[in-house]
């Protein structure tokens, strides 16, 4: 017998200064069976950095030709592809293809190593951004992880803070590939 996704809920107050985008999202996520709590946090960190009302979660793992969350126009074409992790250049060559946005947030081990290999043949991709996660900020982010979680994410001037009643983390993004036209001094995503 196949297991069963784990649904979680989380209700995310985003308040970014940055970008004057205010709103409360209630999400429906669902962590596949061999999706650990520290991924499914930065998807929803993810979430956060890129609200907007068209932005939804993919079936990701489940489903290769989708990503983690994507935010589709009203035609269906797709505006933003975001991914999470290390994918390979090939799936970051389709995406590239199919979207007018493509973000990548890189966490886990040693995302730099994963980056450095793909960084000359993903050059020319005009329309892709990595963002690099600090391993301590995944790491507190995973614990606050629950099956119904009431979140906060609020950025300023280029600092982001995710917190729940009881913890805050502070994250910096470090960019190992920006897109032209975002801001070069920020260290996240615009």
């Known amino acids: 017998m196949a297991l069963k996704a784990t649904i979680c809920k989380a209700s995310l107050q985003v308040s970014d200064m940055d970008r004057n985008y205010y709103a409360e999202h ?3 996520v669902a ?13 929803i960190l993810a979430f956060a950095l890129n609200a907007h009302e068209h932005l939804a979660f ?23 592809w975001i991914e999470v992790g290390q994918p390979d250049e090939k799936r970051m060559r389709r995406a590239c293809g199919r979207a007018n946005r493509v973000t990548v947030y890189a966490y886990g081990n040693r ?17 892709l951004a990595v963002w690099r996660i600090p391993p301590a900020a995944v790491l507190s982010l995973e614990k606050l992880a629950d099956r119904t979680m009431q979140l906060q994410c609020k950025v300023q001037e ?12 502070q ?3 470090e960019a190992l590939k920006g897109v032209p036209g975002e801001a070069s001094q920020m260290r996240r995503p615009m």
């Open 31 to 43: 962590r596949h069976p061999s999706e650990t709590d520290e991924r499914m946090m930065v998807r």
């Open 171 to 173: 994250i910096e993004l």
């Open 26 to 28: 209630a999400l429906t």
């Open 58 to 80: 993919g079936k990701g793992l489940s489903d290769t030709d989708e990503p983690d969350l994507w935010q589709k126009d009203l035609t269906g074409s797709i505006e933003h």
């Open 158 to 169: 280029g600092q982001l803070y995710f917190s729940n009643a009881t913890e805050t983390v």
């Open 111 to 127: 995302p730099e190593l994963w980056w450095k290999p793909l960084a000359d043949q993903l050059e020319r991709a005009k329309n």
